[in-house]
């Protein structure tokens, strides 16, 4: 399973666009990368998933540069209730990668 | 279609005792996870199972066991519970096809005194 570095927390202003960035230096070829978001109190709910390149759905968008070594979730004009803690996975369904792990996760906390 | 749910939502045990937090899916998931997530920690992954009699261990299995005799159902079990378990317990489900999205529970808290 590939490892996956996240910075533990991030401030932003409402409005404002938030990039988290996510290292996953040793992801395999079949691997895709997966965030989720989780509200206090809550299980983490399926934001966005891709292989390569950019990635968006209505409610944000995924950049993965060409090397796949990393990826960026952006999440545009972030209101008080994007304030969470969100995590990226990387994973396939294939061979022993069946598991689903989670690291540490960052935690978004938007501001008035 | 109620997705994955779970019971019950809190539930105080004293030490030594055993319990049994239940999962159930409706949509005819394959994979099926259990997540413990200590307060402002990360999820850790205690066991899943890939079908109906199929279960492997996670990141965190001492303590606990599963068992999946159906594919709508897999119950985790405390045995002799100690206050290290205390935490929020999590339930996940997704389809066998590769790369979907997993579907979580609202999760159980469980305190051991």
């Known amino acids: 399973l590939a490892k996956t570095t996240q910075p533990i927390s991030m401030d932003s202003y409402e409005g404002q666009e938030v990039n988290i960035t996510c290292s996953h230096n040793n992801i395999a070829t079949n691997d895709y990368i997966t965030w989720y978001q989780q509200f206090p109190s809550q299980g983490p709910r399926f934001i966005i998933q891709?292989?390569?390149t950019k990635v968006t759905n209505e409610v944000a968008s995924l950049f993965i540069p060409a090397d796949r070594k990393s990826s960026t979730l952006s999440l545009p004009r972030v209101s008080l209730s994007d304030t969470a803690v969100y995590y990226c996975l990387v994973g396939a369904l294939s061979g022993s990668a069946r598991q689903l792990t989670f690291g540490s996760g960052t935690q978004l906390t938007v501001l008035p | 279609n109620a997705g994955v749910t779970q019971t019950p939502k809190f539930r105080i045990l004293k030490i030594g005792q055993s319990m049994t937090l239940q999962c159930a899916q409706d949509m005819n998931h394959n994979y099926m996870y259990w997540y413990r997530q200590d307060p402002g920690m990360g999820l850790k992954l205690i066991y899943y199972?890939?079908?109906?009699?199929?279960?492997d261990k996670g990141e965190v299995p001492n303590g606990y066991n599963v068992s999946r005799s159906t594919t709508e159902d897999f119950p985790l079990r405390l045995e002799l519970a100690a206050p290290s378990q205390t935490s929020v317990y999590f339930c996940?489900?997704?389809?066998?096809?590769?790369?979907?999205?997993?579907?979580f529970g609202q999760g159980t808290r469980l305190t051991v005194v």
């Open positions: 199972s890939v079908g109906a009699g199929i279960t």
């Open positions: 891709g292989y390569k």
């Open positions: 996940a489900s997704r389809p066998r096809q590769q790369n979907t999205e997993a579907f």
